[in-house]
């Protein structure tokens, strides 16, 4: 068939890819059911002209065995099934368990022998001020300490990174492997589990910090002696996970968010978890600097409460973020350091989605947040935090993807690095949804055909290049500083109903 697209218009297009299920290799580290997997992605491909898919790869499945005793091999047999087809992957750096968050449907722990650490101390996950532990994810705490059979958690993620380069070193040199997306808390995402599900959280609760196990009791203390304060404690007063911000002492207006002690506790705590992300995606970089293949970090789309003076739902996730205060441009500014894309979701919501107690602002949160890595001079690429089918969804997408639309004449102004839809399922392939799905994919390319010359599109990779300078405290002080986000349109030019 005779490929259609005008080069300048082609300029706009920004790459579609589809998250693959779960479960894809299963928990017992089997590609289960390769034939099906391969129809779907044939017609994602042939009749749709996705660019590629997104996969975790789960840490809790390669290194189940033992330290060091990682098995590569369905994961191999996965990736070179997509690589016939002719797509693209991003690879996931799962060091997250799944189940337990939205939408998770199986259930991969991480790896037992790491757990069984965690059955003699119990502080190495994150911790709520009652006590209950979280075992999705290590905490910060334990970053540096080398608790797992001689080595630290940044070095278990470094070494699992450094086995996957080796495994798929001919995908990452092919440039089928396009993207390195590095786990850096639960669900993938750079933030602390403050609304865990599996702890009885609901939806629009503030949720709780998560910083009172002993490792980081201790760090925090160290931090306040520093400062002056040793009298200073971790907050008492933030109530628990489904309260609301002003049944609180912490978000209430005039709380002790605004105190000079909650103004030290939300520094350290947010700079803990930037921190963290710098460290790993600053292994990341030294793993993968010079070869074709991007870095990207996942940031959560903590939308609800975001209306409220405290923004008590973001503060607890670990993003400082109020009024007069920016949580998310530093963590564009760690980004940049490593050249790093930033990952956003929420991306289908609108305001009106939720009840107005929510206080929830999905719009103007995707706004500020793909603003401001946009000032930091770095990419954005996002997803679709539920799933979605219809078209209220999709040209909300689409206008995030292009906020000022189209440029007839070349590269518009602000443009979106790829969009992941969020997910393969069954229920895509129903008539009238994969009518409405191919739209998007077709609109996503600015109605151009699928063009596989990433060059034609600006989406060239180069080799990954070192890391440019060392972050400091002082880039995250300065990058909080306030300012303004761009100008979205009121709606897309590209509707898929339109």
């Known amino acids: 068939m005779a490929?259609?697209?005008?080069?300048?218009?082609?300029?706009?297009?920004?790459?579609?890819?589809?998250?693959?299920?779960?479960?894809?290799?299963?928990?017992?580290?089997?590609?289960?059911?390769?034939?099906?997997?391969?129809?779907?992605?044939?017609?994602?491909?042939?009749?749709?002209?996705?660019?590629?898919?997104?996969?975790?790869?789960?840490?809790?499945?390669?290194?189940?065995?033992?330290?060091?005793?990682?098995?590569?091999?369905?994961?191999?047999?996965?990736?070179?099934?997509?690589?016939?087809?002719?797509?693209?992957?991003?690879?996931?750096?799962?060091?997250?368990?799944?189940?337990?968050?939205?939408?998770?449907?199986?259930?991969?722990?991480i790896p037992k022998w790491v757990r069984d650490v965690g059955d003699i101390d119990p502080d190495i996950y994150y911790t709520n001020r009652k006590g209950t532990r979280d075992i999705e994810y290590l905490s910060i705490g334990v970053d540096n300490v080398p608790l797992f059979a001689g080595r630290t958690a940044v070095q278990m993620y470094s070494d699992y990174m450094s086995s996957f380069k080796e495994?798929?070193?001919?995908?990452?040199?092919?440039?089928?492997?396009?993207?390195?997306?590095?786990?850096?808390?639960?669900?993938?995402?750079?933030?602390?589990?403050?609304?865990?599900?599996?702890?009885?959280?609901?939806?629009?609760?503030?949720?709780?910090?998560q910083c009172y196990?002993?490792?980081?009791?201790?760090?925090?203390?160290?931090?306040?002696?520093?400062?002056g304060h040793p009298e200073w404690e971790l907050p008492e007063d933030a109530g628990e996970y489904n309260d609301k911000p002003e049944e609180t002492g912490f978000f209430k207006r005039n709380g002790t968010y605004v105190s000079?002690?909650?103004?030290?506790?939300?520094?350290?705590?947010?700079?803990?978890?930037?921190?963290?992300?710098?460290?790993?995606?600053?292994?990341?970089?030294?793993?993968?600097?010079?070869?074709?293949?991007?870095?990207?970090?996942?940031?959560?789309?903590?939308?609800?409460?975001?209306?409220?003076?405290?923004?008590?739902?973001?503060?607890?996730?670990?993003?400082?973020?109020?009024?007069?205060?920016?949580?998310?441009?530093?963590?564009?500014?760690?980004?940049?350091?490593?050249?790093?894309?930033?990952?956003?979701?929420?991306?289908?919501?609108?305001?009106?989605?939720?009840?107005?107690?929510?206080?929830?602002?999905?719009?103007?949160?995707?706004?500020?947040v793909l603003s401001k890595a946009w000032k930091e001079g770095i990419e954005v690429a996002g997803e679709n935090a539920l799933e979605t089918y219809g078209a209220k969804g999709y040209n909300q997408i689409l206008l995030n993807a292009r906020p000022n639309g189209v440029n007839p004449n070349g590269k518009p102004k602000l443009r979106m690095y790829g969009f992941t839809y969020l997910r393969l399922s069954d229920t895509v392939f129903q008539e009238s949804n994969f009518e409405l799905f191919k739209k998007l994919v077709r609109k996503m390319h600015a109605d151009q055909d699928y063009c596989g010359d990433a060059a034609k599109y600006g989406h060239e990779i180069v080799p990954l290049k070192t890391a440019n300078s060392q972050l400091t405290v002082g880039d995250i002080a300065d990058a909080a500083q306030p300012s303004g986000a761009f100008k979205w349109d009121s709606e897309t030019d590209m509707k898929v109903d339109g």
């Open 167 to 209: 495994n798929m070193s001919e995908l990452l040199e092919a440039g089928v492997i396009v993207d390195i997306e590095v786990g850096l808390g639960p669900a993938g995402e750079l933030r602390y589990p403050s609304y865990p599900q599996s702890q009885g959280w609901v939806f629009p609760g503030i949720g709780e910090f």
């Open 213 to 227: 196990d002993k490792y980081m009791k201790k760090d925090f203390k160290e931090a306040a002696a520093k400062a």
């Open 3 to 109: 490929v259609n697209y005008n080069e300048k218009l082609l300029l706009n297009d920004v790459p579609v890819y589809v998250m693959l299920p779960l479960g894809v290799v299963n928990v017992e580290n089997v590609f289960a059911d390769p034939e099906t997997l391969e129809m779907q992605l044939k017609r994602l491909k042939e009749e749709a002209g996705v660019d590629g898919v997104m996969v975790d790869v789960w840490w809790g499945i390669i290194e189940s065995k033992g330290p060091k005793q990682y098995d590569w091999t369905a994961y191999k047999t996965l990736f070179q099934l997509i690589a016939n087809l002719g797509l693209k992957i991003q690879a996931i750096m799962s060091f997250h368990q799944c189940g337990g968050n939205v939408g998770d449907v199986v259930t991969i722990p």
């Open 260 to 368: 000079e002690e909650g103004k030290f506790f939300l520094t350290w705590y947010s700079n803990k978890l930037i921190f963290h992300g710098d460290q790993i995606i600053g292994e990341a970089n030294k793993i993968f600097a010079g070869l074709k293949v991007n870095l990207a970090a996942k940031v959560s789309g903590i939308h609800w409460l975001y209306n409220h003076h405290s923004h008590a739902a973001e503060l607890t996730a670990g993003y400082y973020n109020l009024f007069k205060r920016d949580g998310y441009r530093p963590i564009a500014r760690m980004l940049s350091k490593h050249y790093g894309i930033l990952n956003f979701t929420c991306l289908e919501m609108r305001d009106t989605d939720n009840t107005a107690e929510a206080l929830s602002a999905p719009q103007e949160l995707v706004q500020e």
